[in-house]
């Protein structure tokens, strides 16, 4: 069961597209959920430590961190010490945050990385999941879609808007 912040989110989305608000005026939930689930985007999660070491050997860039993690200026050590402990750390995996998201490309704006560097990583880490999943971190089911859009439709459909 989705939370109301969830519900509310996916409610969002149905009628930001107007292919499945479509589909959902008509009542037609099954075709909704089908839709919200199947539509893919690209996530960057997580990355194994052993991938983090071979790209930065492939790359070219493993001295390139280290050297920097001892005689880089203020950012850019720490943002290289950050790579070289994902690359010597004991952990399985390097997570692909946001805020590491970030550092990579202020990486690739100082130089650091360049723009392949990034992709080639990035590459790495990619993942396609349902549209549904990046929004609110599950599929959702045709009782999700039902209960999320009674509101705009006791009697089944949603009204066309003229």
């Not at 539509?39 to 790209?55: F, K, N, P």
């Not at 720490?78 to 995996?93: T, W």
Request: charged letters at 25%; a negative charge; proline letters at 2%.
């Amino acid at each position: 069961m989705l939370t109301a912040e969830q519900d509310a989110v996916i409610y969002a989305a149905i009628h930001a597209d107007p292919t499945i608000e479509s589909f959902a005026r008509v009542g037609n939930d099954s075709e909704v959920a089908a839709r919200l689930n199947s539509q893919t985007v690209t996530v960057y999660r997580r990355i194994s430590t052993g991938q983090v070491r071979l790209w930065s050997a492939v790359r070219g860039l493993r001295q390139k961190l280290e050297d920097l993690a001892i005689n880089g200026t203020n950012g850019k050590q720490s943002m290289a010490l950050v790579f070289c402990d994902a690359m010597q750390s004991g952990d399985s995996h390097f997570e692909l945050l946001p805020e590491v998201l970030a550092m990579i490309d202020r990486m690739v704006t100082d130089g650091v990385f360049t723009a392949d560097d990034k992709a080639n990583l990035l590459a790495r880490a990619a993942e396609q999941i349902g549209l549904a999943e990046s929004l609110v971190g599950q599929a959702v089911t045709i009782d999700d879609i039902g209960r999320i859009l009674y509101v705009d439709r006791p009697n089944g459909k949603i009204p066309k808007v003229i």
